[in-house]
């Protein structure tokens, strides 16, 4: 067993694992590769010279502290139950540790991972909550650019939040639109006719006018709260501040 970074002949198997172990569509996973994957950050587990575990990180920021943000952690289905996940995030721990990462974040895919997760020293850290609502009376919203979005975000960003930039912004160019309004930002994708809001910073209120906006009848919009757990944090350091919310997870 190796761990190690993906070499270019790797890709392939990668898209393959990812494929086993999400069933995203393959035009999704292409463009992920084509325009997201960088193989500095990525961690991939080999036996026999196949990819049997991988996973992803994107850089964050909070309070100063540079963070990882771990993504699309998977074991092929031939290798479960081998202890190869675990293995493979104790190396990562320590290969961000001398990267100068201060923490991990990750947000787990199941209900049931969790457990697994707070083992490997992870706690839950950030909470969110949901505003499901139908259409109401239009408001001013438009379109903007990821990076544009970003830059807006920062401003009703809630104390403790994640600054999430870089290279996070190419994946969520890939999964949603991004808007600005009078006072708030959304990044939202549209689901069988629904708007799923990935995040709406600022006035909550705002959904109903934005959904007519939009031409939308009904959506579901995921706020800063505290309604449902939702990310999970692991210190890489001494006296690390932990998050007070994470809110572009790419689920």
């Known amino acids: 067993m190796e761990i190690d970074y993906p070499a270019p002949r790797l890709e392939p198997q990668l898209q393959k694992l990812w494929q086993l172990a999400f ?34 990180w994107f850089d964050g920021e909070c309070r100063g502290r ?4 771990l993504y699309a952690v998977a074991t092929h289905p031939d290798f479960r139950c081998q202890g190869l996940c675990r293995t493979l995030m104790a190396d990562t721990h320590s290969l961000l540790t001398r990267l100068g990462y201060d923490g991990a974040l990750l947000l787990p895919a199941e209900a049931w991972l969790r457990p697994m997760y707070q083992e490997m020293g992870y706690r839950n850290c950030c909470t969110v909550s949901q505003v499901s609502c139908t259409a109401g009376t239009p408001i001013p919203i438009r379109a903007v650019e990821p990076r544009e979005y970003a830059r807006l975000r920062r401003k009703y960003l809630p104390e403790g939040g994640v600054i999430q930039e870089g290279n996070n912004l190419n994946l969520l160019a890939l999964m949603a639109d991004t808007y600005a309004g009078m006072d708030f930002v959304l990044a939202a994708a549209p689901e069988e ?13 705002a959904a109903p006018g934005i959904l007519a906006a939009l031409g939308y009848d009904t959506g579901t919009f995921r706020t800063p709260g505290n309604m449902m ?16 919310y994470f809110g572009l997870a790419f689920d």
Not at 24 to 46: A, G, H, K, M, T
Not at 66 to 69: D, E, N, V
Not at 229 to 244: I, Q, Y
């Open 193 to 205: 006719g629904h708007l799923k809001g990935l995040e709406l910073l600022g006035n909550a209120a």
């Open 229 to 244: 757990p939702f990310a999970m944090f692991r210190p890489l350091g001494e006296a690390v501040p932990t998050p007070t």
């Open 66 to 69: 540079k963070l990882a943000y």
């Open 23 to 56: 069933g995203d569509e393959e035009r999704f996973i292409r463009d992920f590769f084509s325009q997201v994957y960088r193989p500095e950050r990525c961690r991939c587990v080999l036996v026999d010279g196949q990819t049997a575990a991988a996973l992803y």
